[in-house]
């Protein structure tokens, strides 16, 4: 908090508003607008361009200088050197666990990898071809169904069990709406493989033969997990927080954010990002879609190219990029047709004026489908797996609001509809 002050003037008032501005420990002050409503006005916003919604103090990101910051800890840190469930303990208690801290954590999220064998039968209701974005909605949602044992969110010990349940079940849920896709049988959680191992034996082993998983896949895949783990307040954690501010249940809360993570503007752009790769087939005719991108009258964008907050580079992009020579590198892939549209994709854009000047950099999107493809992940579970790795930052900041003071989420509008007029008789109009 300052006692810095900001003075709104306004036409026809005669004395001026004085508006309180606080500041973070990092980033830009933020005027305080709630005293407005008071005087009869509203601050108008749309897409919350530039209106803090809470105050929090799990991550910090300077889109201008690509910094993204956990509880402190730079993101490059973290994918060098931590994994995806330190990062997780990190995220939801504030420090970086001591080694016992950390085993005792793993040994509880193992704990909970098995979801209700009533869940299984559950999946039948959906058609064998539904995308599994949609069962997940589904089926995370009717987890509140399930764990009627942790649902008093005002108990601190109830919030930490669906945290973990989330965590942990995360992964069963997603590799199941795979198989129930393809037809095949769903997997039980093998406790004994890490985090990222486990989430590759459910989804590719079958229970007829032992699952052979290579340490630099399940490497990839803990550190795509850890990529998206947290992303302060984008469009699916402050759906979370919106959701959560009712008093909802943390089930149904995170079925809300997967909701809001699946559009093309936000998670589904890494499904979006392969889509268009395979659209444009040749790399003889990406300027044709480079033209598209930049028409005004054509809808068309670049997938996987820029960002609401980062106008510089996306720090995750730059770990993801590296970590997508390396999976490469391993599975041999060196002239895959599509990776070849993706380089010089990106070769194009990133020296064309339309995108220097608008500040388009390839995101985290943009990569990790890269990743993906190569790990032998199909398209359509590539947002789903963002919502894996993003559970984690869901249920921190839903915890972080539940634990401190909170009110409703009620946003205003600026109403440009009829004024109020006297109802017609249908034989009258
Ligand atoms: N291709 C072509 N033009 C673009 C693109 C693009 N990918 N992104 C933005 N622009 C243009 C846009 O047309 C606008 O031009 P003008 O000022 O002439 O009207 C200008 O750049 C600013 O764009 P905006 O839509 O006002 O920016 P925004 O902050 O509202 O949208 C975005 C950000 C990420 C939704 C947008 O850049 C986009 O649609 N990108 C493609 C989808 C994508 O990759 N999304 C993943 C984001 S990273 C993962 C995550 O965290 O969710």
Known sequence: MSDKKATLKIDGMDAAIELPIYSGTLGPDVVDVGSLTGKGMFTY???????????????YIDGGQGVLLHRGYPI?????????????????????????EKEEFVRTVH???????????????????????AIMCGVVGALSAFYHDSLEISEERDRQVAAFRLIAKMPTLAAMSYKFSIGQPFMYPDNTLSYAENFLHMMFGNPCEPSTISPVLAKAMDRIFLLHADHEQNA?????????????????????????????SHGGANEAVLKM?????????????????????????????????YKNFDPRAKVMKEAADDVLAELGIENDPLLA?????????????????KKLYPNVDFYSGIILKAIGIPTSMFTVIFAVGRTVGWIAH????????????????????????????????
Not at 45 to 59: K, L, M, R, Y
Not at 283 to 295: L, T
């Open 341 to 357: 549209i993706a380089k010089r994709l990106e070769e194009i854009a990133l020296h064309d004026e339309y995108f220097i000047e």
């Open 236 to 264: 699916s954690t402050s759906t979370v927080r919106l959701a959560g501010s009712s008093g909802a249940n943390p089930f149904a809360c995170i079925a809300a954010g997967i909701a809001a993570l699946w559009g093309p």
């Open 277 to 309: 790769l395979e659209e444009i087939g040749d790399v003889s005719r990406i300027d044709e879609f480079v033209a598209r991108a930049k028409d005004k009258d054509d809808p068309f964008r670049l997938m996987g190219f820029g960002h609401r907050v």
């Open 45 to 59: 916003d749309p897409g919350f361009v530039s209106t803090a919604a809470c105050e929090s103090q799990i991550t």
């Open 111 to 133: 704990n909970h990898t098995m979801v209700h064998e009533q869940i299984r039968t559950f999946f039948n209701g959906f058609r064998r071809d539904a995308h599994p974005m």
């Open 398 to 429: 839903w915890h972080e609001m539940i634990s401190g003071s909170y009110r409703i989420g009620r946003p205003r509008q600026l109403y440009t509809g009829h004024q109020q007029r006297d109802y017609v008789p249908l034989d009258k109009r």
């Open 76 to 100: 490059d840190q973290l994918a060098e050197q931590s994994d995806y469930l330190e990062t997780c303990f990190l995220l939801l208690y504030g420090e970086l666990p001591t080694r016992a």
